[in-house]
């Protein structure tokens, strides 16, 4: 079981920034692929980023490339992992809710999810 904790949203206005944080559970650095999705009212969920370490490979959505970076940082003394998506030149329409999510690297399927954290970006 991994639980995940998002911290880091909020509002800004438009050209501004945000770094959204996602602490694991557990180790899931080189043995899970985490990632960003955003959900806004009335709109399907979107993946925004995601990063797999095993296999060294990053996605990001059209949507938000060049303005957005994920990245993973560990310890070796620690057995969690940070998640980060740093949030540049934001957008109105970056308003969502954004839920960090991880899979084990033989699945296609995100199975645990965090509780989401609120980005509201005004014009």
């Known amino acids: 079981q991994v639980q995940l904790v998002e911290s880091g949203g909020g509002s800004v206005q438009a050209g501004g920034s945000l770094r959204l944080s996602c602490e694991a559970s557990?180790?899931?650095?080189?043995?899970?692929?985490m990632g960003w999705f955003r959900q806004a009212p009335g709109k399907e969920r979107e993946k925004v980023a995601t990063i797999c370490t095993m296999i060294d490979s990053i996605y990001y959505a059209d949507s938000v490339k060049g303005r957005f970076t994920i990245s993973q940082d560990h310890s070796q003394d620690s057995p969690v992992s940070t998640v980060v998506l740093q949030m540049n030149s934001l957008k109105p329409e970056d308003t969502a809710m954004y839920y960090c999510?991880?899979?084990?690297?033989?699945?296609?399927?995100?199975?645990?999810w965090g509780q989401g954290t609120q980005v509201t970006v005004s014009s």
């Open positions: 999510a991880a899979r084990e690297r033989a699945s296609t399927v995100y199975t645990y």
């Open positions: 557990k180790y899931t650095y080189n043995r899970y692929c």
